[in-house]
């Protein structure tokens, strides 16, 4: 069992559709981080969390530390929000972050 | 210019050869990272390092071998090149705490034949 699951792994949306891609954890974090992955290969940072909710233009993500969980939400979604979202947890007392498999995203004019 | 510059960005060769893959950052950051990505997997840690002086072993480090040689390079070495060796390899800087998001380069897509 991976230590950081997402869900989906891919996911088609239509222009304009509200998006939620998952992560979920199996041990006590210090924080999380979000990032996306271009269809080039480069990776961004998106967010990093230890609680609560961080919101930036159409991108939201929000973490339930009881529950082990995050989610990334994309408002009003755009082709040009295509790509693989990634999750990665900063366990705690841990020195390195822990990666997920990346959610792909493709959204359709 | 890119913060986090790995050269070089393609490379193709043969089993037995030895490679170095490099990184190099204008951010000042104190923190080094190597990772590979495979398909269907995660990004997973081959070594990092804290400073010049630190050198660790990460998740995947067997056939891998590193070189610190400034605060602004890191160099990834595969000795003897093999074919599951494949691979898209990032390298990342980290700086102040560990919570703080890393910044990546553009990665190195590796086929060895």
């Known amino acids: 069992k991976n230590e950081v699951e997402q869900s989906p792994q891919n996911l088609t949306a239509q222009e304009g559709e509200f998006i939620t891609i998952n992560c979920s954890y199996s041990v006590g974090i210090s924080a999380l981080h979000w990032l996306q992955q271009h269809p080039g290969g480069g990776i961004v940072s998106l967010f990093m969390?230890?609680?609560g909710k961080k919101k930036h233009g159409r991108l939201i993500a929000t973490i339930n530390i009881q529950e082990k969980h995050s989610s990334l939400h994309i408002t009003a979604s755009h082709p040009r929000d295509s790509a693989v979202y990634i999750c990665?947890?900063?366990?705690?007392?841990?020195?390195?972050?822990?990666f997920g498999p990346g959610t792909r995203l493709s959204v359709l004019p | 210019d890119a913060d986090v510059t790995q050269t070089p960005r393609n490379r193709i060769t043969k089993t037995g050869k030895r490679i170095m893959l490099e990184c190099s950052q204008t951010k000042g950051h104190d923190r080094m990272y190597w990772y590979r990505q495979d398909p269907g997997l995660g990004l997973r840690l081959i070594y990092y390092?804290?400073?010049?002086?630190?050198?660790n072993k990460g998740e995947i480090s067997d056939g891998y071998s590193v070189s610190r040689q400034a605060q602004a390079k890191f160099s990834l070495s595969l000795e003897s090149a093999i074919p599951n060796q494949t691979a898209l390899y990032f390298c990342a800087t980290g700086s102040g705490s560990l919570n703080q998001p890393q910044h990546f380069g553009d990665g190195t897509r590796l086929s060895i034949l």
């Open positions: 990665a947890v900063l366990h705690n007392y841990g020195q390195n972050f822990v």
């Open positions: 969390l230890s609680s």
């Open positions: 390092s804290f400073d010049v002086k630190d050198i």
